[in-house]
Structure formats: C-alpha cells, structure tokens
C-alpha cells in the first residue's frame, strides 16, 4: 500500500466509495445500492494476485478485477468491485498470495457496513 493513499469517490460512480491504502482498515460505511470498489497495491512481477476470502451476505461482487497500471513506472493496483445489496454489518478480506500455493503472503481485512439509504430513513 502507499504512504499518501486516501478514500475517495470514484469519477464515474457518484454513489461510491473508493478504498486505497493504509487508511483502508477503517471501518466502510455505504448505503444499499452504492458500489464500493477497493484498490489494491499490485504484486504481480512475482506471480503474486489478490483474490477475495470472505465475502459477507450483503454485499455482492460485481466483477473479477482488473489491472489499473496508470502511468508507466507507476505502482500497479488491483481494482475490484462490489455492490451494496442488502443491510448489514461484516468482513471483506482480501489475500495476496501465489496461486498454486494456499498461504497466503498478505492479508488485508476491511469491516463493510451497510444502510439503507437516506431517503428509505426518512
């Protein structure tokens, strides 16, 4: 992950949340139907790829990920997408580890909360 990482909207998505970084294992709050979408720092010169391990019931994954290598020379990020579908309260974890091996050489554990969004709270 990099030192001056931070979460952030997504440009195409107005109803997301981007995780990047350290700052990443603090607890992620989004509504029913926003799309969260995570960033993970890229390992891919060893054969190294991120997959998910826990997924919890009220969030769905919207797809497999896809490399965002930005300019040359830059860090490589891992970009996965879920969407919100239902309340509730879990753990998202991600391992970093080569795929005909089962350990895992990095874990990365983010806590998902999901409302109902505002305009059902009213």
Not at 91 to 120: C, D, K, N, Y
């Amino acid at each position: 992950m990099t030192r001056n990482s931070v979460a952030r909207p997504l440009a195409q998505a107005p109803s997301a949340q981007h995780v990047v970084g350290p700052r990443a294992y603090a607890p992620i709050t989004v509504a029913v139907g926003d799309v969260l979408a995570v960033r993970l720092v890229d390992a891919t010169a060893g054969g190294f790829v991120w997959k998910v391990t826990e997924l919890p019931l009220h969030l769905e994954a919207r797809d497999k990920g896809h490399q965002d290598t930005g300019d040359p020379g830059a860090a490589a990020f891992t970009v996965l997408r879920f969407r919100a579908v239902a309340p509730g309260c879990g753990w998202l974890v991600f391992a970093l580890a080569l795929p005909w091996e089962g350990h895992p050489v990095r874990q990365i554990r983010l806590r998902v909360t999901v409302q109902e969004p505002m305009s059902a709270r009213r």
